[in-house]
């Protein structure tokens, strides 16, 4: 399914409303280009990453409200991603400070989704949560 067909009931894209598309730019970016996502789409007010036949764009919308995101509110709380294995989330997780990217519980990483779940959950600059999940090559 890399070849970007259509599938039915796999995910067409994601938006994320921004106040900074430049910081989004950096931050979901790297993120995303981690992933194995390209760039895709580049616009003045936003930019998207493509995986196969899903994308996700980032935003700065003319009818933004303002204010942070808040995933804590009704509506989306956060996009998981799988991470092949371990050693490369973990080294996701490594570099992830340097792209505006914080590790969330600390405390219990990385098994804050509990101890069979390999994980880890960043938050960005605008409070949106990602949650990457090692594969089963638990290498």
């Known amino acids: 399914m890399g070849d970007g067909r259509a599938v039915t009931g796999v995910l067409h894209h994601?938006?994320?409303?921004?106040?900074?598309?430049?910081?989004?730019?950096?931050?979901?970016?790297?993120?995303?280009?981690?992933?194995?996502?390209?760039?895709?789409?580049?616009?003045?007010?936003?930019?998207?990453?493509?995986?196969?036949?899903?994308?996700?764009?980032?935003?700065?919308?003319p009818d933004l409200v303002a204010g942070r995101h808040e995933r804590r509110r009704a509506g989306l709380n956060h996009l998981a991603f799988h991470v092949a294995g371990r050693a490369e989330l973990d080294s996701l997780v490594t570099r992830s400070p340097l792209h505006g990217w914080t590790l969330m519980f600390p405390e219990l990483h990385p098994h804050a989704g509990g101890e069979e779940h390999y994980a880890a959950y960043l938050e960005n600059g605008d409070g949106f949560e990602v949650e990457l999940v090692a594969g089963a090559d638990q290498s």
């Open 14 to 61: 994601v938006e994320l409303w921004v106040a900074d598309p430049e910081r989004a730019d950096a931050e979901w970016g790297w993120l995303l280009g981690e992933l194995g996502y390209v760039p895709y789409q580049r616009w003045d007010a936003g930019r998207s990453w493509r995986l196969g036949a899903t994308y996700i764009a980032v935003e700065r919308s």
